[in-house]
């Protein structure tokens, strides 16, 4: 009688096969996770530059259609990772029109799409896909 303690390569090759499987079905879902953790990364920023440029127009009266840069908001903002945004001296990251602020902050050098956030509404965690969305280049 012999005593096979060893793996036959059909056994390997399922096990192979199945992890393939797996992985096909894994890695889309872990790119939408990545790809929500940016967006909301990016969407904390926005209202960060947002309270930022009301606590400005607190101190200093604004126009009804102000525009305001990074360097007049610096003082106001901390916290955010400024190497992570195209943020030059003559940016401008936040414009009042119509008594609402429309905030605009480019990732600097990484692809990520342009996302655009309904100013009617905050999206919430579970509504984010319906109410934003991505133009990939």
Same mark, same amino acid.
């Given at each position: 009688m012999k005593n096979n303690k060893g793996v036959t390569l059909v056994e %390997?090759? +399922?096990v192979i096969?199945?992890?393939? +499987?797996?992985a096909a079905f894994a890695v889309p879902s872990v790119q939408? +996770?990545? /790809?929500?953790?940016?967006?909301?990364? &990016? #969407?904390?920023? @926005?209202?960060? &530059?947002?309270?930022?440029?009301? %606590? *400005?127009?607190? $101190? &200093?009266?604004?126009? /009804?259609?102000?525009s305001l840069d990074w360097?007049? %908001?610096?003082? #106001? %903002?901390d916290g955010i990772?400024?190497? *992570?945004? $195209?943020?030059?001296? @003559?940016?401008?990251?936040?414009?009042? /029109?119509?008594?609402?602020?429309?905030?605009?902050?480019e990732v600097d050098g990484v692809n990520t799409g342009d996302w655009e956030f309904d100013a009617a509404a905050t999206p919430s965690e579970t509504t984010r896909d319906a109410s934003v969305h991505a133009d990939d280049d």
């Amino acid at each position: 009688m012999k005593n096979n303690k060893g793996v036959t390569l059909v056994e %390997l090759l +399922i096990v192979i096969v199945v992890m393939g +499987i797996i992985a096909a079905f894994a890695v889309p879902s872990v790119q939408t +996770i990545v /790809s929500n953790t940016r967006k909301s990364a &990016v #969407y904390a920023d @926005a209202l960060a &530059v947002e309270q930022a440029a009301d %606590l *400005y127009c607190a $101190d &200093v009266l604004c126009a /009804s259609d102000e525009s305001l840069d990074w360097q007049t %908001l610096g003082t #106001y %903002l901390d916290g955010i990772d400024t190497t *992570y945004y $195209d943020l030059e001296d @003559a940016t401008v990251i936040a414009v009042l /029109s119509s008594g609402s602020w429309q905030i605009t902050l480019e990732v600097d050098g990484v692809n990520t799409g342009d996302w655009e956030f309904d100013a009617a509404a905050t999206p919430s965690e579970t509504t984010r896909d319906a109410s934003v969305h991505a133009d990939d280049d």
